[in-house]
């Protein structure tokens, strides 16, 4: 009885790689496993090129190798710089140094300039954001730092300013009472209560009974007997002096009307002074001296002046992004030296500035008007100031995404948007919403692509985008696709991940590294998503011990195109390499390099001879054709290949020619000692060769498709492909068609 026969048809083969899929359920069109090999939307795969350094790259400055490290190797696209659309500035980050690369060139090649930022620690990496033509650079640092370019010199102008705030905390009285009753009015002087008194509103001399501006502290104590509590301000005891005709009336303190309103609840306004976010000990001093050289009858004398605790805060901003006109900063450590219990633990603060008019507005995080003041005292939409991010643990990155701002943090995800649907962001107007508890450790992850906001978390890779209502929603991307082989890379690995959008081919890229940096252990990879397509695939990177890739960076300024094929995919993805000198292997230069060479070999510039193999494979899904009780055999397998090659070489060989090596692999086999696996066999093969006379001849056979029939051996009740490249040529699949013979039930 003659075998059943099955034929199917492989054009699409776009699913990428999965790890998830059942042994015998395995979807169609996707991969068991895959290297190096380009995903393409009209349904073929082709072998991706070498990484090699830019066309006419020159090496920077040398940078000592102890200094460069994955945390510190960053970049960032300053767009519109100096408000002028038409100039775009690559920022990388090599240490505390900062290089700047105009990117409006194709292959930029050597920095405009380098700036390093003393003030910043070593071994931090920076956070940028970009807002009226400005660069704004968090790192760690007391202060926040401000580059501006004056293209009329030109040069890089670089500034730093303290994240100023509102002191709405004030100092811990000596005396309990104060701080456990907001309404106790002690009759002994307390100098921290008395700074404190001075920020909520009884900073200011005001007019006695004569018209003489006194101290209204010391006029309340002596009148009374005691001093204001916290929960008093100056104002309740002012009003007009009534007096004769055809005297100037004047406003002035009574005694009687504090009496009056005595055992008001609450804690009065505070935040008359404007002090350092970070040191705030030492800011409050300087206020406070300074209002005394304003108002000198304002001295306590002849009671001691306060003594103001040091209160500070470890560590500044590492986080800062721009959104709704506003610079935001957090990341800030928990740590405080030298406070007490009013110190505010800044881990879960997001600080905003003021609505950016100038370069002093980027770091006024506080409302112009003073909230002690009875005139002046109300929020506007256009203020600064600060958001706690209830249940945050410690925030990592922020993602502007048009309407929302995404806060990170190690334990989750939340969303600062206007408190209305129809308005933006605004000092008045905002509410906080918790999106989802996979928060990340891996800042550089972050990816958004048109409003939708993709990253790395420790259990996965995860999309957050709005739902149909319009809601903001959170979804993983690799539970169903590549959960296993995600599981597997370890933790300080996906930590230091760097991903870009890649303009051009609409897809997203992340690198990340395992080994030990410089050392036969260190390895690169590189892990794609098409979106659109919903798959994965992964590159692997050539090392060979004095080349790392470090970080990488996109724009549409930077598209490439292989010369040697018009039809190939633009590349609009920029590789920031660090290489050892080759004297002494002490330093480093940092070079760009992109996916350029057509000998598909990695680093073919700076290795002139030993230059990596990118070497490619695909293995397909295993298959079961309908049935995992019974043998197959494939009798025939017809491959199709885009045919590459239209020129001859020196040795009249055709070029730039094509490989394709394939076997079969049967019956679930995972390595050879199944003895299951057929030999490899070459699949990209010219049934009629074309006859050329000389060099310039061309080699154009008039077919677009190199098809090859090949017998395939072995049976078994599973099968799989493996298709793999060989060096120094191409290879294109653009799909095959099986014959499945099968053997009758019984």
Same mark, same amino acid.
């Given at each position: ?33 895959? &290297? ?6 009209? +349904? ?5 090129? +070498? ?12 940078? *000592? ?67 009226? +033509? ?51 009015? #002690? ?11 001075? %920020? ?24 009374? +007997? ?54 705030? @000990? ?30 500070? =805060?470890?560590?500044?901003?590492? &986080? ?26 800044? %881990? ?15 770091? !006024? ?19 600064? #100031? ?26 989750? *995800?939340?969303?600062? =948007? ?12 905002? !509410? ?18 048109? @409003? ?7 259990? @996965? ?38 991903? &870009? ?51 990488? &960076? ?11 094929? =018009? ?52 293995? =397909? ?107 120094? !040529? ?17």
């Amino acid at each position: 009885m003659p075998k059943p026969t099955q034929r199917a048809e492989v054009n699409s083969f776009i699913g990428g790689f999965n790890t998830e899929a059942s042994l015998l359920n395995f979807p169609a069109n996707v991969s068991s496993d895959e &290297v190096n090999f380009d995903l393409n939307r009209d +349904g073929s795969r082709n072998r991706r090129l +070498g990484l090699d350094y830019s066309t006419n790259f020159v090496n920077s400055v040398p940078m *000592v190798k102890a200094d460069v490290s994955q945390v510190t190797a960053n970049s960032f696209l300053w767009n519109s710089v100096n408000g002028d659309t038409t100039l775009n500035f690559i920022v990388v980050q090599t240490a505390r140094f900062l290089s700047f690369y105009d990117q409006t060139t194709l292959n930029p090649v050597s920095s405009l300039t380098s700036i390093q930022l003393t003030s910043m620690p070593v071994g931090t990496r920076f956070d940028f954001a970009a807002l009226e +033509g400005r660069l704004v650079i968090a790192g760690n640092g007391q202060q926040i730092a401000i580059v501006e370019y004056d293209s009329a010199a030109p040069q890089f102008n670089l500034t730093y300013q303290s994240i100023l705030t509102r002191d709405l905390w004030g100092i811990q009285s000596t005396i309990a009472n104060f701080e456990n009753d907001p309404n106790f009015n #002690g009759n002994v002087y307390d100098g921290h209560h008395y700074y404190n008194l001075t %920020n909520q509103s009884w900073g200011i001399p005001r007019n006695d009974n004569t018209g003489s501006l006194t101290n209204p502290v010391r006029f309340y104590n002596t009148g009374l +007997g005691r001093f204001p509590s916290n929960s008093e301000q100056v104002w309740a005891g002012l009003a007009f002096q009534a007096v004769a005709t055809g005297q100037v009336p004047f406003e002035r303190m009574f005694v009687n009307l504090w009496q009056d309103v005595r055992g008001a609840k609450g804690s009065a306004a505070k935040g008359y002074y404007i002090i350092d976010a970070l040191a705030r @000990g030492v800011s409050r001093n300087v206020q406070f001296s300074n209002n005394l050289a304003n108002y000198p009858v304002i001295n306590p004398s002849p009671d001691p002046l306060p003594t103001i605790p040091t209160d500070t =805060t470890s560590g500044g901003a590492t &986080v800062v992004t721009d959104f709704a006109g506003r610079i935001f900063y957090a990341g800030f450590s928990g740590t405080v030296t030298g406070g007490d219990a009013r110190s505010p633990i800044l %881990n879960n603060y997001l600080f905003f500035s003021q609505l950016v008019k100038n370069r002093s507005d980027i770091t !006024k995080c506080y409302q112009e008007g003073d909230p002690t003041s009875r005139d002046s005292s109300d929020i506007v939409d256009t203020d600064g #100031g600060f958001i706690r991010i209830a249940g945050a643990q410690q925030i990592v990155h922020l993602q502007n995404i048009g309407i929302s701002l995404l806060v990170f943090a190690t334990n989750g *995800v939340w969303a600062v =948007t206007g408190g209305t649907t129809d308005s933006g962001f605004s000092a008045t107007n905002y !509410k906080v919403n918790k999106i989802t508890n996979n928060g990340t450790t891996s800042p550089s992850s972050v990816i958004v692509d048109n @409003g939708v906001c993709y990253y790395w978390s420790q259990d @996965g890779i995860y999309v957050i985008g709005p739902s149909q209502l319009g809601d903001l929603q959170s979804s993983s991307l690799t539970l169903d696709t590549i959960q296993k082989y995600y599981r597997d890379i370890p933790i300080s690995a996906k930590a230091n991940a760097r991903g &870009v959008y890649d303009f051009s081919n609409k897809q997203l890229r992340w690198i990340f590294k395992l080994g030990t940096l410089y050392s036969a252990t260190s390895q690169t990879w590189e892990l794609v998503f098409d979106p659109q397509l919903k798959a994965f695939t992964k590159n692997y990177i050539g090392q060979n011990n004095d080349i790392e890739v470090m970080s990488l &960076v996109s724009s549409a300024n930077l598209f490439y195109r292989d010369p040697l094929d =018009t039809t190939s995919k633009l590349l609009s993805v920029r590789y920031i390499v660090f290489a050892l000198n080759a004297v002494g292997h002490n330093n480093v230069h940092q070079v760009f390099a992109h996916y350029k060479d057509t000998t598909w070999k990695d680093w073919a510039t700076r290795l002139t001879t030993g230059a990596i193999d990118a070497a490619a494979f695909i293995t =397909t899904g295993t298959q079961i054709g309908g049935d995992s009780g019974i043998d197959k055999q494939i009798p025939y397998l017809i491959l199709h290949f885009r045919r590459t090659e239209t020129g001859v070489d020196a040795s009249f060989q055709p070029t730039p020619a094509s490989s394709c090596m394939f076997r079969g692999q049967w019956n679930f086999s995972d390595n050879t000692n199944s003895n299951q696996w057929t030999p490899l066999r070459q699949g990209y093969r010219y049934v009629k060769p074309r006859f050329v006379t000389g060099l310039s001849d061309d080699y154009d056979t008039g077919y677009m498709l190199i098809t090859t029939k090949n017998k395939l051996r072995g049976k078994g009740k599973a099968f799989a492909l493996h298709f793999e490249t060989e060096p120094n !040529k191409d290879c294109q699949i653009v799909g095959w068609n099986i014959s499945l013979n099968a053997n009758q039930a019984t």
